[in-house]
Structures are given as C-alpha cells and as structure tokens.
C-alpha cells in the first residue's frame, strides 16, 4: 500500500493522521492485506460465502415503539446543541 | 444526429411502520429535533440493532406486487461514508443479497402506450438524520429523528426512454406503494423520492453512454423538469466535441437546471462489507405465502374487474383507482346498490363527492359523506323518489349530517311525486285554464311544452317527477 492510498483512506474516515506515520501505517497496512491475500488464495470452490460466524439467523423484532425521550440524558454529553440539535462543525454541501 | 434518452431510477419509499428499522424509536413526522432518537439511532457504542419484522413484511410484499424473486436469506451490509447526520459513519444497507430483485411493473402513458419496465431490485436500508445548515452561528444543527426510519430502495432497469415514461413509471410505482398499505407516499415530508440516471446515445447504439446520476428529485414535476434539462445538457456537450462526465448532479428548481456537485464523487467510495451486528435474516415459504395472501387487489387488476364486471367506461375506472380508498370507497357503494347504478356512482364521485372533498380540503378516507351515505342517497335517486336537483339538495344536507339520506327526504319533505292520478288531475286543471296554449300547441308551437311543464311544477314545489310530467302531456295533448 502506497502513503497516496493511506491519505485517501484517513480521509474518507475523516481521520486526521501525523505525516510523519504515513510509512507505518502503509507497512502495516499492507501487512493486513497480505494476510486477506494469502486467504484469497484458498480454494473456496463449492463453500458458501458465510455472512456471519454466528450459525443463526436474524430475530425479528414486533413493530412497536418501545423507546421513550431521553433527549436531555443523551444530549448531556453532546460537546454543543441548542433547541433540541446537535451543533457540529459547518459542512459545505 | 438523433439521440436516444436512457433513464434508470433509483426510488426511496419510506415505508409505513410505527418504529424505526433497528429500534424501537417512534417514526412520527414532525416530532421536535432528536426525541425520536434512541441510542442506536445515534450510534452510541455497545448497542445492537433487531431489525423490524413489518420493514421484512413490507419490503416483501412489494417484491410479490411486482412478480420479484424473494431472497430466502438475504443480508444487511455497511455503507460507509462520512457525514455528521450518519452519526454511526455507516448506513445499514443491502448490498450482494437485496430482499428482493428481479421484478417487473408494466407502465401506461400517452394514452395507451404501454411498457413494461425492469426492476433490478428493492433493498431494506435506514434513512439518515437531518442537516440544519442555517441560524446556528456558523454550526450546522443535527436532528436524528429521522435516522434509522425504514427505506425500501426500489432501482430500476435502464429501461425508461424518455422524462414521460419515468414520469409514468414513478407515478405507477407511487400508486403501488400506497396501494399495499407499505408507504404514505408523501412526496413533501420526503416519503417518496427519487434518483435519476441519466444518459444519452446516438440512435441505434447499444452501448450506453456516460450516466450522470441527479438527486434527491422530490416532486414528479422536479424530476421531469430535471431529466429534459440534463438531456439537453449532454447533447450539447456531446454535439459540440465534448464528453459526459460519470458525475453526481443536484437538481436546482429556482432555476431549473442541474449542477455538478464537484468533490462528492470519492465519497462513492463506500467499502461495502456485511454488518456483523446483524445476523442473515431467513424467510420461509410460509412467511411469504403468508404475506401473499393478504396482498389486497392491485390497481391495474381492480381496474380490469371495474371495467368488465360493472361496465365502467375506462376512464372512470382509471380515476376511482388511482387512489385505493376511493376504490374501496366505490365498491362499498355499489355493494348496496347493484352494478347497473355503476355508471351513476362514478358520475356522483368524480362529480358531486370529488368536488365536496376539493371545497373542504379532505381526503375520501375523512368525507363528510360516508359510502352509506352516498348509497343511500343514490338508491332513492335510482328508484325515483328524488329528481336529480332534489338529490343534489340532499348531497348538501347530507355532507352536514351524520342522518341517512331517507331520514332526510322525510324531515325536508323532499320527495318527488311520482303519482300519476295526483299529476294527471293537477295537468287537467292547468290545460282547462290555459285553452289559448293548448291551441298553441296543437297549431304546431311546440315550445308551449315547457310552459305546461313548468306550471305543473309550480304546483308541486317543483318536486313533480318530469318524466310523469312530460308523459301525460304527450298523450294529452297529441292532436
């Protein structure tokens, strides 16, 4: 993996990351990858892709509104809001 | 160079159920910011979605409506991306094994141009909250209230060849949602949207051309207006050496043209993989055979049966089925009447009732006339109690009463008088006092009908049946 890649990714997790660790994390990441590689290239001809390791299926949940407002517990630790929002940071459209 | 349109859509119904997808938040419209938002609408850590059996239910139901494939196992993947009312950083989504793919609804436009167009799939996905970007000092405010509300994701074939037919097409498929009970369809409050791929290739190409992708269409007026701009767009780039761009556009109604929204396209980047919160969700025979049978009759069949079985003229029947609470309203009518009173009923609907509902701003579904009412108002007009104006008198009392239109007649005195001796004498009396007339008549002045008629009625308060009227003076006055 190239340091290009390891921007591009942060980026689209928003995730601000120091210069100076780029080569690390494009080690390491490529490391990760060699691995999947290396599982790529069993035969799997035949095998059903599995979903989940879990051998069950969903539960289905009964349509009823079951939650109540708890609005001010969970804005407590909200960083800023105001009539009812959450306040972030400007986001250009 | 004669060009072709090639347009796929890509339709958001919010579907009807009374608490989110994976949680058991309230879905109201218009609720204030954020009460409706649990802790797994807002992604908080260490919680678990359960998905909503109804969303399963709905979405199935659509896929049996459109003769679809219903996935036995299908599966919930997350679609990444950044953006601050997707608190999570991923939207639950479907991704390799939709509910249900493979269907079909056949469209009619122009009068009588008819077509059949492909649907590649419908997936089960959670709606995003709300970004406020105005009023709050240069912040944007949040509101998940909306987060985590049921959409089923309806995607077309490239199969519409023109803003009519994606306009019939979206206008079917709205119809249909509302039909099954599965979506309000309201366009306003955002529950029916759409997104349009948009492209264009030389006549008699196969390849398709570049596709632009115009979002978040929330009117079928928007997405027409949309579509014949984007394709005049890209003729004349292509007409003058140029050449499309794969690129997302947003529609500006103001101005009614759409624009590129430059820097989103890497966002497509979406790094789909399956949610390991969510297990496969299984669907036994039993449980779709089980939807099957409660799907009610589909508009296009119903309006066959309108048709063929109470000798509707087709456009009638077209006008009572578009909405299924008029259909049903119409044949709780006709069920206490009989089909030869089909046409009459069609005619007091779309005529007398539809005009009612337009004054007060109702749905059928709220009339101030309920379908007994009507029914019992249209059976005195059929076995000749009221005339036609009588009956409009009675429609007006009733649509301020919760009497039936019998008890009506009698309080106000309303019947038509039908009895031919009590008529019959009253007509003697006027012709013997009007001999200068009669002569009239019989001299060929035919008009002089009309002056007879008219003083029978005057004798009766204008409730004497004319077709009484108009009988005996045939017979009276025939030289």
Same mark, same amino acid.
């Given at each position: 993996?190239?340091?290009d890649?390891?921007?591009?990714i942060?980026h689209?997790?928003?995730?601000a990351?120091d210069?100076t660790?780029?080569a690390?994390?494009?080690r390491?990441?490529?490391a ?14 035949g095998?059903?892709p599995?979903a989940?390791?879990l051998d069950q ?5 009964p ?11 969970y804005q ?8 009812g929002l959450?306040?972030v940071?400007?986001?250009i459209? | 160079?004669q ?9 958001h119904?919010?579907l009807?159920?009374r608490s989110?997808i994976?949680?058991g938040?309230a ?6 910011p954020n009460?409706q ?5 807002l992604g ?7 998905l909503?059996?109804?969303a399963v239910?709905?979405a199935?139901?659509l896929?049996?409506a459109i003769q ?7 599966v919930?993947a997350r ?8 608190p999570?950083?991923?939207?639950i ?5 939709p509910?249900?793919?493979n269907?079909r609804l056949?469209?009619?436009?122009d ?9 590649t ?5 959670e ?8 009023d709050f ?5 949040i509101?998940?209230n909306r987060?985590?509300?049921p959409?089923?994701e309806i995607?077309?074939?490239p199969?519409l060849?023109?803003?009519r037919?994606a306009i019939?097409?979206?206008?079917q ?6 039909y ?8 306003q ?8 791929n ?10 398709f ?7 978040n ?7 027409e ?6 394709v ?10 140029g050449s499309?761009i794969?690129e997302t556009?947003l529609?500006d109604p103001?101005?009614?043209?759409t624009r590129s929204m430059r820097g ?6 979406y ?5 390991p &919160?969510?297990?496969?969700?299984v %669907?036994? +025979?039993?449980?779709i ?5 409660? /799907?009610p009759?589909?508009p @296009?069949i119903?309006?066959?049966r ?8 087709p456009?009638d029947?077209t006008?009572l089925t578009a909405?299924?609470a ?9 069920q206490?009447? &009989?089909?030869r009173a089909?046409k %009459?009923? +069609?005619?007091w609907?779309?005529?007398?009732l539809?005009a /009612?509902?337009n004054r007060? @701003? ?5 009339s101030p ?8 108002l249209?059976?005195?007009l059929?076995d000749g ?6 009956a409009?008198?009675v ?6 009463s919760d009497?039936?239109?019998d008890?009506?007649i009698e309080q106000?005195g309303l019947q038509q008088?039908s009895?031919?001796a009590?008529?019959?004498q009253a ?6 006092a ?5 002569e009239q008549?019989r001299?060929?002045k035919?008009?002089v009908?009309?002056f ?5 009625m ?9 077709q009484?009227?108009n009988?005996l ?5 025939s030289?």
């Amino acid at each position: 993996m190239q340091a290009d890649e390891v921007r591009h990714i942060a980026h689209l997790a928003r995730l601000a990351i120091d210069e100076t660790a780029i080569a690390d994390y494009a080690r390491e990441l490529s490391a990760i990858l060699d691995l999947v590689a290396q599982m790529n290239r069993i035969d799997t001809t035949g095998i059903e892709p599995l979903a989940n390791p879990l051998d069950q299926v969903q539960r289905l949940r009964p349509d009823e509104v079951t939650a109540t407002d708890q609005r001010s517990l969970y804005q407590q630790q909200a960083p800023q809001t105001e009539q009812g929002l959450y306040l972030v940071p400007k986001v250009i459209d | 160079m004669q060009w072709e349109t090639v347009i796929g859509l890509e339709i958001h119904a919010q579907l009807a159920t009374r608490s989110k997808i994976f949680s058991g938040s309230a879905t109201t419209y218009g609720a204030p910011p954020n009460t409706q938002a649990d802790a797994i609408d807002l992604g908080l850590p260490g919680v678990l979605p359960v998905l909503n059996a109804e969303a399963v239910r709905m979405a199935v139901c659509l896929g049996l409506a459109i003769q679809a494939d219903i996935a036995p196992r299908c599966v919930f993947a997350r679609k990444n991306y950044f953006y601050p009312d997707l608190p999570k950083g991923y939207q639950i989504s479907q991704y390799e094994q939709p509910i249900v793919s493979n269907g079909r609804l056949e469209i009619e436009w122009d009068e009588g141009q008819r077509k059949t167009i492909g649907i590649t799939r419908a997936h089960l996905e959670e709606d995003a909250g709300k970004s406020l970007h105005e009023d709050f000092h240069g912040l944007t405010g949040i509101d998940l209230n909306r987060a985590g509300t049921p959409l089923l994701e309806i995607v077309s074939e490239p199969d519409l060849r023109s803003a009519r037919e994606a306009i019939a097409y979206m206008k079917q498929l709205h119809q249909l949602v509302r039909y099954l009970g599965i979506s309000d369809g309201n366009m306003q409050e955002g529950s029916f949207r759409c997104d349009a791929n948009v492209s264009v290739r030389p006549s008699g190409q196969t390849r398709f051309g570049t596709r632009t992708e115009i979002k978040n269409l929330n009117s079928f007026r928007f997405v027409e207006q949309a579509i014949d701009f984007e394709v005049e767009r890209q003729i004349s780039v292509l007409e003058s050496g140029g050449s499309i761009i794969q690129e997302t556009r947003l529609f500006d109604p103001a101005r009614g043209e759409t624009r590129s929204m430059r820097g989103k396209e890497e966002a497509h980047d979406y790094r789909y993989f399956p949610d390991p &919160d969510l297990l496969p969700v299984v %669907l036994d +025979a039993a449980f779709i055979e089980a939807v099957r049978e409660r /799907l009610p009759e589909l508009p @296009d069949i119903r309006r066959q049966r309108f048709i063929s079985e109470h000798g509707l003229s087709p456009a009638d029947a077209t006008q009572l089925t578009a909405q299924r609470a008029w259909a049903d309203y119409y044949e709780t009518v006709i069920q206490s009447l &009989d089909a030869r009173a089909a046409k %009459l009923i +069609a005619n007091w609907m779309l005529g007398e009732l539809a005009a /009612l509902l337009n004054r007060c @701003d109702l749905e059928i579904s709220a009339s101030p006339i309920s379908s007994e009412q009507l029914a019992g108002l249209l059976r005195r007009l059929q076995d000749g109690t009221l005339s036609g104006n009588l009956a409009k008198e009675v429609f007006e009392a009733l649509s301020h009463s919760d009497d039936d239109a019998d008890s009506i007649i009698e309080q106000r005195g309303l019947q038509q008088v039908s009895d031919t001796a009590a008529i019959e004498q009253a007509l003697d009396a006027i012709l013997a006092a009007h001999p200068e007339q009669v002569e009239q008549y019989r001299a060929g002045k035919t008009k002089v009908k009309g002056f007879f008629v008219g003083q029978v009625m005057k004798a009766f308060k204008g409730k004497a049946n004319p077709q009484t009227i108009n009988a005996l003076l045939d017979r009276k006055l025939s030289p």
